[in-house]
């Protein structure tokens, strides 16, 4: 049986992390994984977080089960953070935002087996690898200009205006992964008017909330998509806004229809494909967000965490400029999140990878987070070299 196997197609960036490992220079930068890292390369665990299970583990008095959903506290906590308080919503806890996204894929797929996922160009390599997995049918929307690092707008709206009614529009709420680059307010009513034009369902990948403008601004968006269509999924993942990576804490929401019957359908799904979620990450985020004290100490930190990376965007955007002497580099600044593409070609980001120890994916997308004071200097100067 096991010789009939095929050989699979290895992940880019899994690729360079272990090129990045192997790699014995002292003085080498890693760009390309996307984790949130301090300025000495660490991926530290919150303040929030620590307290959080130092509580759990005093007053915790079993390991069972929760239900097949998960603990409906969690899934209530992260429906408010996400579209405020009373919100209503059916939800179920998954294993990170990845779970997530493969159970709204499956809930798709039952429940309209001929609807067409629209994914935006470019986008996370996984929304387009799981689903072609799954056997579904999908099309890519314009979304990025790469000329200008900023949003091919004309382009998009012109491609979501040839949406099927009942077809999906994957769409990211804030924090685009790989460039960087969202819809200001009034773009986001333009996109959210098209697709209640088309009626259309939206689904949200929620992945970077409180790493652009903050919690609230971040979920502006959702928001926004909630109030306009009848329907709704959302992905969310609290990896990296309570820097809980490894825990594997992600809920889906889905806005409309009778809520007591997708609840069901959730439920459902779970048990088909792991039954039971994980509950300890859930369980520390409940924990934080219904706790006055410990959700103001997690909201400094991420305050902290993503004021340092509009300073680091800040410095590398005028670093560029000054270094290339030119005013092409300006879009770093605008763009959000933990990723940029700065419009390398992928020889361009061999030579930083080979000459100089600097990783990033071939597309040229960098995590600002592996960027310290130090570094984007070096960055800077030998980006100048290549171009």
């Not at 790469?146 to 077809?167: K, P």
């Not at 560029?320 to 030119?326: N, V």
């Not at 300006?330 to 361009?348: E, I």
Request: some cysteine.
């Amino acid at each position: 049986m096991f010789d009939a196997l095929k050989a699979q197609p290895q992940d880019k960036i899994l690729i360079l992390m272990q090129q990045f490992r192997d790699d014995p220079r002292k003085d080498k930068i890693d760009l390309g994984v996307g984790v949130y890292k301090d300025a000495q390369g660490l991926t530290p665990v919150m303040r929030a977080v620590k307290t959080a299970e130092q509580q759990l583990w005093q007053a915790e008095t079993t390991k069972t089960y929760t239900g097949l959903a998960g603990d409906p506290g969690f899934v209530q906590a992260m429906a408010e953070l996400i579209l405020g308080p009373g919100a209503q919503a059916a939800g179920a806890a998954t294993p990170g935002g990845t779970g997530a996204l493969r159970q709204a894929f499956e809930l798709i797929r039952h429940a309209a087996p001929g609807a067409k996922v629209w994914l935006p160009a470019p986008t996370w390599p996984n929304h387009t690898a799981i689903l072609r997995y799954l056997g579904m049918d999908m099309a890519e929307y314009r979304y990025f200009d790469e000329d200008s690092g900023g949003l091919d707008m004309g382009g998009l709206l012109e491609d979501l205006g040839r949406v099927a009614a009942g077809d999906v529009v994957l769409l990211h709420g804030c924090c685009h992964n790989p460039t960087g680059a969202n819809p200001n307010p009034v773009e986001w009513q333009a996109i959210a008017d098209v697709l209640a034009q088309r009626r259309a369902v939206a689904l949200v990948d929620l992945a970077y909330q409180g790493f652009g403008d903050g919690l609230a601004e971040d979920a502006a968006a959702t928001r926004l998509l909630a109030d306009k269509l009848p329907e709704l999924l959302i992905a969310a993942s609290c990896s990296k806004n309570f820097g809980i990576y490894r825990e594997r804490t992600g809920v889906l929401l889905a806005l409309g229809g009778d809520r007591a019957r997708v609840q069901e359908n959730l439920a459902w799904l779970n048990r088909m494909n792991y039954s039971f979620p994980p509950d300890h990450g859930a369980r520390l985020v409940t924990m934080i967000l219904k706790d006055a004290t410990l959700r103001a100490d997690w909201q400094a930190e991420l305050e902290q965490v993503r004021h340092g990376m509009l300073a680091l965007r800040q410095a590398l955007a005028q670093a560029l400029q000054t270094e290339t002497r030119s005013d092409r580099f300006g879009f770093v600044a605008a763009h959000r999140g933990m990723f940029s593409r700065l419009g390398l070609t992928p020889d361009q980001v061999e030579r930083l990878r080979k000459d100089h120890g600097i990783y990033m994916v071939g597309d040229s997308r960098l995590n600002i987070a592996g960027l310290n004071a130090q570094t984007v200097t070096v960055l800077a100067k030998v980006v100048a070299g290549v171009l």
